[in-house]
């Protein structure tokens, strides 16, 4: 019997298995299982054009092995099985395509990874056992050959008897150690989960006897072992049955099951793609964020399978993070072969599944706007936030894409409406987009400049998210109308005569306005009078790039030392009586005047719903002068 030694790739490959550090040492099951369905699936397509093989598809089967004494778990299929030569050929060396660079060290961590996520095939069965023996038959031949390795140092083959064609893999599973619970793997709950978990839609049966205490009949506390066959996996995927054979309880039940949710999906999509891309996806829209979901701790990413196999049950590749509130899979034929020996960033292949799965659930969402408009407010309501931080993230790098699916709150009929509709209800010779931030809805309506738009008969979007103003900011326009702040002091709504006039008043009054922002101090930038407001006295209004809201938004950001800072002005509204009697006390009292500037300042600020900064001295201001 010679020893044979590894090609030295294939070494160094089962070196990292067997000292590898990787946590998820389950998958070397799936790996085993999914080798044995391909060596069923071969000889299949071959019985299907050779009636010598005289088996039918339900003969075909996976059976698993448990033997605890022995301390082994076996695999066995009746596939096509291999010869002395494949053997040789196929467990002698790794990965015929060599991706796997282990020239580098420092790519060492890299490969774990790669383990951790796609497995490498039969080696994986070292991460859990210290010998590994493959015993084979050919279809078609006499002879049967066993092909045996510990480790490293190398591998034998030798003649072996077996009765039919097919091979079984025997693992003898590794002693626990202090931090390794080998032994979990000859448990058979543990395996019949783990073939639950991973190797549910292999389209072959896997079976396993299972040995349980059942109560003898007609003999009271009387128990004996009965050992039975079962199949573990329950082999068609629902994603690939047709979408007509599927009733909606069925889509439901499968999303709580497998996605942890105890309320029914808001949306489900199923799609299947042929031509460049060849997949089928189910996915589903949940009703609720999860809890997690505006949290740093959330994952987003579909599951993926290849061929019914799970490769990965999280993959973040597959959704852009402005969709990332879709749960759901996806089952390539195309990836198989391929994406155990790539990784997953650099596959061409993937890249072209997540592009078409992105314009699916785009189109989705387009076609639930159009005719569902109910449900779509709902999904908006649990996740427009995402997509208004997807249009504003990268620099508004996706606004364009995403800009049709977000629902501001307008002032027409307080309801959630589309950029598109909108525009559409712009009045002649409107050229811009009104918007207004606020806490609320009903504080934004309050305010007395969105009071002065509205009057004018212009519709007005109410923000109220912090990231509204921000995702509006970079979005600039929209059809070339561009969004203007109703706070913003360039609002242009005033006739030339108007804004001449009012000139004049800011003019002839400068050093009366002056004096009244050196009264209120930093807290304003300047003070000045407005002939926009109708009713109200006073109001606040921002100059620059920062607005109120964003101010609030920005220092409420993690991380933030609350130093930014909007250039604050105090608006006196020229037409209401304050305005004429600030001007007799500057002449009079400047005493008074300097409390009455102060006090109109907290004014605005009760109006526009922010906190005064001393509601103490506020209030001892407001006693003095009502006892005066
Ligand atoms: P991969 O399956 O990705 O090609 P593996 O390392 O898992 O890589 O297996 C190497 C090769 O060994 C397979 O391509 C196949 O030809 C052969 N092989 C493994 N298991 C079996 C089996 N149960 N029956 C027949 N051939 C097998």
């Known amino acids: ?26 998958i070397f099951l799936r790996e085993i299982i999914s080798n044995a369905s391909d060596a069923i699936d071969k000889l299949y397509f071959r019985s299907l054009t050779d009636d ?35 053997l040789d050929k196929n467990l002698g060396v790794i990965a015929k395509s060599g991706s796997l660079d282990f020239r580098n060290e420092t790519e060492k961590t890299k490969g774990v990874e790669v383990i951790g996520q796609f497995g490498v095939g039969f080696y994986s069965a070292f991460m859990v056992s210290d010998k590994v023996t493959v015993i084979s038959k050919a279809y078609g031949s006499d002879s049967a050959f066993a092909w045996e390795s510990s480790g490293p140092d190398g591998y034998t083959i030798t003649p072996c008897e077996k009765d039919s064609f097919g091979t079984t893999v025997i693992m003898h599973i590794k002693e626990d150690t202090e931090t390794e619970k080998y032994s979990e793997f000859l448990d058979q709950y543990r395996i ?14 896997i ?46 039940a499968f999303y709580k099951e ?50 019914g196999v799970l490769i990965t049950e999280k993959c973040a590749e597959l959704l852009p993070d402005y969709f990332s509130f879709v749960k759901g899979l996806v089952d390539s034929e195309d990836l198989s072969l391929n994406i155990s020996r790539e990784t997953l960033q650099q596959d061409a292949q993937l890249k072209l599944i997540a592009r078409t799965i992105e314009k699916k659930i785009k189109s989705e969402l387009e076609k639930m706007l159009k005719n569902e408009r109910e449900k779509y407010e709902e999904f ?3 996740f427009g936030v995402q997509l208004k931080f997807g249009a504003y993230d990268n620099y508004g790098a996706n606004k364009d894409n995403l800009k049709d699916l977000l629902l501001f709150v307008s002032s ?103 004096q009244a922002k050196e009264a209120i101090g930093e807290k304003v930038h300047s003070v000045r009078f407005t002939n926009s407001l109708k009713n109200h006295p006073v109001c606040l209004n921002t100059e620059g790039e920062i607005s109120l809201e964003m101010e609030k938004a920005l220092n409420a950001m993690p991380g933030s030392s609350g130093q930014v800072k909007a250039q ?60 005066k």
Not at 207 to 224: I, L, P, S
Not at 446 to 457: F, S, T
Not at 487 to 504: R, V
Not at 593 to 610: P, V
Request: proline share 3%; net charge negative.
């Open 1 to 26: 019997m010679k020893n044979r030694q590894f090609k030295s790739e294939s070494k160094k490959l089962l070196d990292m298995m067997i000292n590898s550090i990787y946590t998820n040492k389950e």
């Open 52 to 86: 010598k093989v005289g088996l039918k598809k339900k003969d075909f089967k996976i059976r698993i092995s448990i033997d605890k004494e022995k301390r082994t778990i076996s695999v066995s299929d009746n596939g096509c099985g291999m010869s002395e030569e494949d």
């Open 192 to 205: 019949s989960a783990l073939i639950k978990q991973y190797s549910d839609y292999i389209h072959h049966p």
């Open 207 to 252: 079976v396993m006897a299972f040995t349980e205490k059942k109560a003898v009949e007609g003999k009271d506390g009387e128990f004996e072992d009965i050992t039975e066959d079962r199949t573990l996996n329950s082999m068609t995927p629902l994603w690939k049955k047709a979408r007509a054979q599927i009733k909606p309880e069925q889509y439901n």
């Open 258 to 307: 497998k996605f942890f949710d105890f309320e029914d999906p808001l949306h489900v999509i199923h799609t299947s793609t042929e031509g460049q891309a060849t997949y089928k996806a189910l996915m589903f829209i949940p009703r609720h964020a999860p809890f997690d979901y505006y949290t740093k701790d959330f994952e987003k990413g579909l599951a993926l399978y290849c061929k």
């Open 380 to 382: 908006f309501k649990a």
């Open 412 to 514: 027409f009929e307080k309801k959630p409406a589309t950029l598109k509709e909108y525009v559409s209800r712009m009045k002649e010779g409107q050229d811009a987009i009104y918007y207004a931030a606020g806490e609320t809805i009903d504080k934004i309506a309050m305010l007395p400049q969105c009071e002065a738009v509205i009057d004018k008969g212009f519709e007005v979007l109410y923000l109220t998210e912090n990231v509204d103003e921000f995702t509006i900011r970079i979005m600039g326009e929209y059809e070339g109308k561009k969004f203007v702040n109703v706070c913003d002091k360039n609002l242009d709504l005033e006739s030339e005569e108007d804004k001449k006039a009012l000139e004049k008043a800011n003019e002839e009054n400068a050093e009366m306005l002056k």
């Open 568 to 627: 604050i002005v105090l608006e006196i509204n020229e037409n209401h009586d304050i305005a004429k009697k600030m001007i007799s006390l500057f002449e009079k009292d400047k005493e008074t005047f300097s409390k009455y500037a102060k006090l109109l300042y907290d004014e605005a600020c009760l109006i526009s719903g922010r906190a005064i900064d001393d509601p103490a001295a506020h209030s001892a201001l407001v006693c003095e002068l009502m006892t």
